[in-house]
């Protein structure tokens, strides 16, 4: 910084030359990025004293635009708003641009909130895909549960036909006297044989719902994927953020 | 030497569409203060630099208003503040004032910054009282380091019975 400038005004006054040398090193400090610079002590009685103010107050408001919209930016970087550029004190290029900002703030608090709010949306979707998810997986156990019944069912129904089969060797054996018998145990059997192909139907039945529930699950499993891929690029685009803030900070 | 802080009670003002602008070194002596201040303040630019700042200093002031403004700008960050300040003859003018600190090439805080504009009138009105109310709790207590023990939690709290940041409620009382 090289505002500070020894001389002691009314002990000596400089020639123009010393004020051109002045204004240049200002001016080539500016257009190296350094704001701060300004030329002091200006002798109001030099024929330059109104062309080093001016430079003086170009300065002022180069370097007051710059802080006013580089603190804004720095705030959107950082998820904050309501920071606008004050306008009031800049005219022309400087006004129209604090404006643009301004309104590309307003877009980034808009779009921001809309943001938000989609994200609360899609963890209640989050929420309400999980419990499907649950509820298909009962589904899909209580298939299977009934599956091992049918084991159960079609061995009970085969030892049916046995007893039947046995009934009727046994009716047959005692003649005339088992004929009534015999005819039990053939209706037993014919039962026992429906109970065994309905058996089979169901089960065909139970395989499709089988077969439903898991592409069910599959599909579910997939969304949640989708979803989960979808929040973590939401989390990175933020993260990407924080890296780029950094600069902004500093300048 | 004794400071003067006698008062007219004339209030003096700028333009809407300029700026008082000075800088100052990391402890707050003006290292530049540009036209319009000397103008306003009623001090050349010799009588100003190399002067602690608080050579504009208003007893109306209430410190901790200051003591956060060095807190925010030492940690690096920007302050606005609405400030009435003193002019040499004695008359005052408010400001809304922006202070920030400025980076050399290795990120360090070599210099403080600040812009003054006009405040808005509203503003001020709701200003006013709060400093009002501030400035009593602070003339309760003897050293200011007990002042601004006291005041600051008052503005705080102020701000939090709000639910607004420092920030967000400035930014509400100019918009
Ligand atoms: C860049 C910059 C600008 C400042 N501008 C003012 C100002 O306009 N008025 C003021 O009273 N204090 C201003 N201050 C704060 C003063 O440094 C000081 O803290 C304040 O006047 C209180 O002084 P005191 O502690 O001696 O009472 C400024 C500080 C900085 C760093």
Same mark, same amino acid.
């Given at each position: 910084m090289t505002t500070m400038n020894h001389t002691k005004p009314g002990q000596k006054s400089y020639d123009d030359t010393h004020w051109v040398k002045e204004a240049t090193r200002v001016c080539l400090s500016a257009s190296n990025g350094d704001l701060e610079a300004r030329v002091l002590h200006i002798d109001n009685g030099s024929?330059?004293?109104?062309? $080093?103010?001016?430079?003086? =107050?170009?300065?002022? $408001?180069?370097?007051?635009?710059?802080?006013?919209?580089? /603190?804004?930016?720095?705030?959107?970087?950082?998820?904050?708003?309501?920071?606008?550029?004050?306008?009031?004190?800049?005219?022309?290029?400087?006004?129209?641009?604090?404006?643009?900002?301004?309104?590309?703030?307003? *877009?980034?608090?808009?779009? /921001? +909130?809309? @943001?938000?709010?989609?994200?609360?949306? *899609?963890?209640?979707?989050?929420?309400?895909? +999980?419990?499907?998810?649950?509820?298909?997986? @009962?589904?899909?156990?209580?298939?299977?549960?009934?599956?091992?019944?049918?084991?159960?069912?079609?061995?009970?129904?085969?030892?049916?036909?046995?007893?039947? $089969?046995? /009934?009727?060797?046994? /009716?047959?054996?005692?003649?005339?006297?088992?004929?009534?018998?015999?005819? #039990?145990?053939?209706? #037993?059997? +014919? @039962?026992? =044989?429906?109970?065994? !192909? @309905?058996? +089979?139907?169901?089960? =065909?039945? #139970?395989? !499709?719902? *089988? =077969?439903?529930?898991?592409?069910?699950?599959?599909?579910?499993? *997939?969304?949640?994927? #989708?979803?989960?891929?979808?929040?973590?690029?939401?989390?990175?685009?933020?993260?990407?953020?924080?890296d780029v803030k950094a600069p902004a900070r500093a300048a | 030497m004794a400071r003067d802080w006698s008062l007219t009670g004339n209030e003096r003002f700028f333009d809407h569409d300029e700026i008082i602008v000075s800088k100052t070194d990391t402890k707050g002596r003006i290292t530049y203060a540009n036209e319009v201040f000397q103008r306003v303040a009623l001090y050349t630019e010799e009588e100003l630099l190399g002067k602690s700042h608080n050579i504009v200093r208003h007893p109306d002031m209430p410190r901790c208003v200051f003591k956060f403004l060095w807190d925010r700008i030492s940690t690096g960050h920007e302050v606005f503040a609405y400030v009435v300040n003193r002019c040499k003859n004695g008359d005052y003018y408010w400001v809304f004032a922006h202070v920030t600190p400025t980076y050399n090439e290795h990120g360090r805080i070599v210099s403080y910054h600040s812009s003054r504009r006009v405040p808005d009138a509203g503003a001020l009105e709701q200003i006013k009282p709060l400093y009002r109310e501030l400035l009593d709790i602070e003339q309760r207590y003897r050293t200011p380091r007990e002042q601004w023990e006291a005041s600051l939690p008052a503005l705080v709290g102020k701000l939090e019975s709000l639910g607004l940041s420092y920030d967000e409620l400035i930014f509400t009382l100019c918009a």
């Amino acid at each position: 910084m090289t505002t500070m400038n020894h001389t002691k005004p009314g002990q000596k006054s400089y020639d123009d030359t010393h004020w051109v040398k002045e204004a240049t090193r200002v001016c080539l400090s500016a257009s190296n990025g350094d704001l701060e610079a300004r030329v002091l002590h200006i002798d109001n009685g030099s024929k330059l004293a109104p062309m $080093l103010h001016a430079i003086n =107050q170009m300065l002022d $408001l180069t370097d007051a635009f710059v802080r006013e919209a580089g /603190a804004s930016l720095a705030f959107a970087s950082d998820g904050m708003y309501f920071r606008r550029v004050l306008p009031h004190g800049f005219r022309g290029s400087f006004e129209r641009t604090a404006a643009t900002i301004n309104n590309a703030t307003i *877009r980034m608090d808009h779009d /921001a +909130k809309e @943001l938000k709010q989609a994200q609360g949306e *899609r963890d209640e979707l989050v929420e309400d895909i +999980k419990t499907a998810k649950e509820v298909s997986g @009962l589904l899909d156990q209580a298939t299977r549960d009934i599956e091992q019944m049918f084991a159960v069912i079609s061995d009970i129904a085969n030892r049916t036909n046995m007893v039947a $089969l046995n /009934a009727t060797i046994e /009716a047959a054996r005692v003649g005339e006297a088992g004929r009534g018998f015999a005819v #039990v145990a053939s209706e #037993v059997s +014919k @039962l026992a =044989q429906q109970s065994t !192909s @309905l058996t +089979k139907q169901i089960q =065909q039945n #139970v395989i !499709s719902i *089988r =077969q439903v529930s898991s592409q069910t699950i599959n599909s579910i499993e *997939r969304i949640l994927e #989708v979803l989960d891929r979808q929040v973590v690029q939401a989390q990175e685009a933020t993260l990407n953020l924080k890296d780029v803030k950094a600069p902004a900070r500093a300048a | 030497m004794a400071r003067d802080w006698s008062l007219t009670g004339n209030e003096r003002f700028f333009d809407h569409d300029e700026i008082i602008v000075s800088k100052t070194d990391t402890k707050g002596r003006i290292t530049y203060a540009n036209e319009v201040f000397q103008r306003v303040a009623l001090y050349t630019e010799e009588e100003l630099l190399g002067k602690s700042h608080n050579i504009v200093r208003h007893p109306d002031m209430p410190r901790c208003v200051f003591k956060f403004l060095w807190d925010r700008i030492s940690t690096g960050h920007e302050v606005f503040a609405y400030v009435v300040n003193r002019c040499k003859n004695g008359d005052y003018y408010w400001v809304f004032a922006h202070v920030t600190p400025t980076y050399n090439e290795h990120g360090r805080i070599v210099s403080y910054h600040s812009s003054r504009r006009v405040p808005d009138a509203g503003a001020l009105e709701q200003i006013k009282p709060l400093y009002r109310e501030l400035l009593d709790i602070e003339q309760r207590y003897r050293t200011p380091r007990e002042q601004w023990e006291a005041s600051l939690p008052a503005l705080v709290g102020k701000l939090e019975s709000l639910g607004l940041s420092y920030d967000e409620l400035i930014f509400t009382l100019c918009a």
